[in-house]
C-alpha cells in the first residue's frame, strides 16, 4: 500500500542553519508529492508539491526535489529563521486522498 | 477570499453523546474532504466528497460516523455515541479537484477540536 516515512523530531536548529527534513514514500503508480506546514496555533497550510518526477517544488524560500529512483522528496532550506519553527508534513496522493508522515517539528533558536 | 471554515472550533462532549461538525468549503470547490489529526494516529483520511456524492467513504472508522455534504456545499460530519477515542482535531478541505489524479491542491480549514469526557 501507499505510505510516507518522514524523520522524527524534533529537529533544533539555530538561526540561519541549512534545513534538511527527509521524506521518503512508497506507492504504486506515480503519485504527486507535497509538503504542508503547521505553525503554532495555526491550520495546515500547503507548503509546496511536485506532481511528476524530477519536478521541484519551492515556495518561501524551501524547495523539494521529486526523486523517483530513491523515491524521495526531501524538504531543504539554505538558511532557517526563527518563523519557520512549525510541524511539516510530507504527503503523498495518486488521486483524492492525502496519505501522511507522521510530522516533523521543527525548533528554530535565535 | 474566504479559506474553509468550520465549526464549531472546540466541542467538549460527554461520552455517548452525538455531535455534528460543519465544514463551509471555499466557494466552488467540488471536492471536499474530512481527516482526523490525533496524537496516536497522525492524521487520517475519513471521507471524500465530489459535488453532493461520497465515492469513498472507506476511511470512516466505524459505523458511528456518517457525513452528508448538500448543495455541493457545506459538509456535515455526524459522530454518534462518542466515545473517548474519538478525541481528536476534525480537519476539513476542499480542492477545485479537476483532475482526480492527486495533483490537486487541498486547502485545509482550522479545525474543530472534539474532546469526549
Known amino acids: 500500500g501507499n505510505s510516507v516515512t518522514q524523520m522524527e523530531g524534533p529537529v533544533t536548529l539555530s538561526e540561519e542553519a541549512f534545513l534538511t527534513i527527509n521524506c521518503t514514500y512508497t506507492?504504486?503508480?506515480?503519485?504527486?508529492l507535497f509538503w504542508y506546514v503547521q505553525y503554532p496555533g495555526e491550520g495546515l497550510q500547503l507548503l509546496l508539491k511536485?506532481?511528476?518526477a524530477d519536478d521541484k517544488g519551492s515556495n518561501k524560500g524551501f524547495e523539494a526535489t521529486y526523486r523517483k529512483e530513491t523515491t524521495s522528496f526531501h524538504l531543504e532550506k539554505g538558511s532557517v529563521q526563527v518563523s519557520d519553527s512549525a510541524v511539516y508534513f510530507c504527503a503523498l496522493s495518486n488521486n483524492y486522498q492525502l496519505i501522511w508522515g507522521a510530522g516533523t517539528k521543527l525548533i528554530i533558536k535565535p | 477570499g474566504a479559506g474553509v471554515s468550520q465549526s464549531p472550533s472546540n466541542k467538549v462532549t460527554e461520552k455517548g453523546k452525538d455531535v455534528e461538525l460543519r465544514c463551509d468549503p471555499i466557494?466552488?470547490?467540488?471536492?471536499l474532504y474530512w481527516y482526523r489529526q490525533s496524537l496516536g494516529q497522525g492524521l487520517e483520511f475519513l471521507i471524500y466528497f465530489q459535488g453532493n456524492s461520497a465515492p469513498d467513504k472507506s476511511g470512516l472508522p466505524s459505523d458511528r460516523f456518517s457525513a452528508e455534504r448538500t448543495g455541493g456545499s457545506v459538509s456535515t460530519l455526524t459522530i454518534q455515541r462518542t466515545q473517548q477515542e474519538d478525541s481528536a482535531v476534525y480537519l476539513c478541505?476542499?480542492?477545485?479537484?479537476?483532475?482526480?489524479?492527486?495533483?490537486?491542491?487541498?486547502?485545509f480549514g482550522p479545525g474543530t477540536r472534539l474532546t469526549v469526557l
Open positions: 478541505a476542499s480542492s477545485s479537484a479537476l483532475s482526480g489524479r492527486g495533483t490537486d491542491t487541498q486547502y
Open positions: 466557494s466552488g470547490h467540488t471536492a
Open positions: 506507492a504504486t503508480g506515480y503519485p504527486s
Open positions: 511536485a506532481t511528476k
